[in-house]
């Protein structure tokens, strides 16, 4: 039996916006004047949003927080191209995605500072709260995308996950069943190097995250995850393509996460100050800045102007987080089902009947923003 080649596969990636902020022409979605600015609308106010979050996080004013710093045009490219009955699936790295969806900032500062009601993303938003088991969000979309196939809604469901999520069994049980049931689901993976202090390099074999997909007879793509307009082409033909029923996507966008892992992080101890210096030459927001100059699409005053604006959507979110009334404490047994379940009643009913009993003094009615 002589050995025969049966298959052969190869994996592409997309790249639009070089690094000096130069574009192939030809590949330029098309997007208008307008639209172009809202992108980067959206990547400044995330960027000043994070700085505020790590400020407000060291005062004790959150708890923990996640930077996405580097990270923005993944949320916002890909978020830009949904459209309102779209459902997203984030990990904890996506506040770019409730944003330019328009869910409240005010959201994402409670959900850091430990109030439940920062889960609910407001009436008609189509956003999956923040789900932390890491590789979980990608079964939720699935099953999601899966719903409305069975519905025939004119919808897509998206997941995000890490690179680490990517070798989590749920990732793999995931993208398996996307393709069996050709579920109109895009899967992506912001590929940030590491997951927490494993890098990329210690976490798989595998040449490239897009390629995993090839296994389970799905599309895969590597993406230059810094390059906003990428992000938001890959996603929008993605989203075409599960709208039309041919079938699902995997995108591997691939960027760098500048800050660390969280606010509970020190990154120096496992990466180099060149490392990050090399990415932070390929910043995001930086390149696309140059473009939409280039293009006389922004100008410098714009830009102040935008700026502005920014810092004081950014300022209304947070004084509205901490002059907020506070959550009753039973309320963190009420949001987490439709219908409670008879455990969970049960415990609410043990922590009632323990206040009642124990008295008042020590233990507080309400939850109030931030940390003591
Ligand atoms: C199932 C599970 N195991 C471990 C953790 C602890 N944990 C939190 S974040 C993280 C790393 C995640 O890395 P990655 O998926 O690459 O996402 P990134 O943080 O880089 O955005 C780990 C191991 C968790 N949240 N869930």
């Known amino acids: 039996m002589p050995l025969t080649q049966i298959a052969q596969f190869g994996v592409n990636r997309l790249s639009i916006l070089d690094e000096n902020g130069k574009a192939d022409e030809k590949l330029l979605p098309p997007l208008t004047p ?106 939720h979309a699935v099953g999601c995308a899966l719903g409305m196939k069975y519905k025939k809604r004119d919808a897509v469901a998206v997941g995000y996950m890490g690179d680490g999520g990517t070798s989590e069994g749920e990732f793999h049980e995931a993208m398996n069943a996307a393709g069996v049931f050709n579920a109109p689901v895009i899967l992506i993976c912001q590929n940030n190097q590491y997951a927490i202090s494993v890098a990329r390099k210690n976490q798989t074999a595998a040449q490239t995250l897009a390629q995993k997909a090839i296994a389970y007879g799905i599309e895969g793509l590597q993406v230059d995850g810094n390059d906003v307009l990428a992000c938001y082409l890959a996603t929008s033909i993605a989203r075409e393509k599960a709208i039309s029923g041919k079938g699902p996507t995997f995108l591997e966008f691939e960027t760098y996460r500048i800050g660390d892992h969280t606010t509970a992080d020190d990154s120096t101890r496992y990466r180099t100050k060149e490392e990050i210096a090399a990415w932070r030459a390929k910043d995001p927001i930086a390149r696309f800045e140059t473009f939409l100059l280039a293009k006389g699409i922004l100008s410098p005053s714009l830009i102040d102007q935008i700026k502005q604006e920014a810092v004081a959507k950014v300022e209304k979110a947070v004084q509205a987080y901490e002059t907020m009334p506070p959550q009753k404490i039973e309320d963190l047994f009420d949001h987490m089902y439709a219908i409670t379940p008879k455990d969970l009643a049960e415990q609410k009913r043990a922590y009632v009947g323990f206040r009642q009993t124990h008295g008042k003094e020590n233990q507080p009615d309400t939850i109030g923003p931030g940390f003591p």
Not at 83 to 89: A, E, L, V
């Open 34 to 139: 307008p639209q172009l600015i809202a992108l980067y609308i959206h990547m400044l106010q995330l960027r000043i949003f994070d700085d505020k979050a790590l400020k407000l996080q060291r005062q004790g004013r959150i708890g923990t927080y996640a930077s996405s710093l580097g990270q923005e045009a993944c949320t916002v490219g890909s978020a830009f191209a949904l459209k309102n009955q779209d459902w997203t699936f984030p990990a904890f790295r996506e506040h770019g995605v409730f944003f330019t969806r328009g869910v409240e900032m005010v959201k994402t500062l409670q959900y850091w500072g430990g109030d439940e009601r920062g889960s609910d993303p407001g009436e008609g938003q189509n956003c999956f709260p923040v789900s932390i088991p890491v590789g979980s969000q990608p079964l």
